[in-house]
């Protein structure tokens, strides 16, 4: 089946820096990827979609220039959280939709836990 | 807008006992119905879908039925293990919306020995 990948699984920064993840699908092309949030305890809340080539559409109350999205080829997408602070810590995963042509699935990353102290 | 909404837990049961989460959802055209589980400290892992009326899902014996009368996916099992501890989450995928994902809240389930 379709493997999406993460990295890092976990990062531990300090309040002020930056953090980027990477969001890679391993063995198909991702025409589009989502980027999610997960609070503890909670449902997945998507914070933007990106495509190929393009800029990313972010949902409403995602911040665009903090949460700063990049999706530069068919098998990677980034994210950079800017200038971290402890409410950014939170359980980031990323999917990725396209595997087969099939565009009502997503297959989803591992996760990456962020702690911003 | 489209929405899902599924049984609050969280869900105690017993090993070998018999599980159903309710899960029912509002989406304009016909969208794609999904499980997700999600063990501690994972992302999510697809375990059944359905793309169109009346198809059942099935995965590890896990099953859902798409019941577009009733809109709904409840998810069934007949026998449980400790090992199905987890969190599940319904959702659709609507191609009417971006193909955007909608979840649920999630059901949590503990399963005892």
């Known amino acids: 089946g379709a493997v999406v990948s993460q990295h890092p699984s976990w990062v531990i920064c300090k309040s002020g820096t930056s953090v980027k993840i990477e969001c890679r699908s391993l063995d198909f092309q991702a025409t589009t990827m989502f980027w999610y949030r997960q609070f503890p305890k909670q449902s997945l809340m998507l914070m933007a979609t990106?495509?190929?080539?393009?800029?990313?559409?972010?949902e409403q109350g995602v911040e665009k220039d903090k949460f700063l999205i990049n999706h530069a080829s068919l098998t990677l997408s980034t994210l950079t959280v800017t200038s971290a602070h402890p409410e950014d810590s939170s359980f980031y995963i990323c999917s990725a939709s396209g595997a087969g042509g099939s565009r009502n699935e997503q297959f989803f990353g591992p996760g990456t836990r962020l702690t911003v102290l | 807008g489209d929405s899902v909404t599924q049984m609050e837990g969280p869900v105690t049961l017993s090993e070998e006992a018999f599980l159903t989460i309710n899960c029912t959802y509002t989406?304009?055209?016909?969208?794609?119905l999904f499980w997700y589980v999600q063990y501690p400290g994972e992302g999510l892992q697809l375990l059944l879908k359905a793309t169109k009326a009346d198809d059942k899902g099935s995965n590890k014996g896990f099953e859902a039925t798409y019941r577009k009368e009733t809109t709904s996916f409840h998810l069934e099992k007949g026998s449980v293990q400790v090992s199905d501890s987890a969190v599940y989450f319904c959702a659709l995928t609507s191609n009417t919306g971006g193909f955007k994902t909608i979840f649920g809240a999630g059901t949590r389930l503990f399963v005892k020995a």
């Open positions: 990106s495509n190929e080539g393009s800029k990313a559409t972010y």
């Open positions: 989406a304009t055209g016909y969208p794609s």
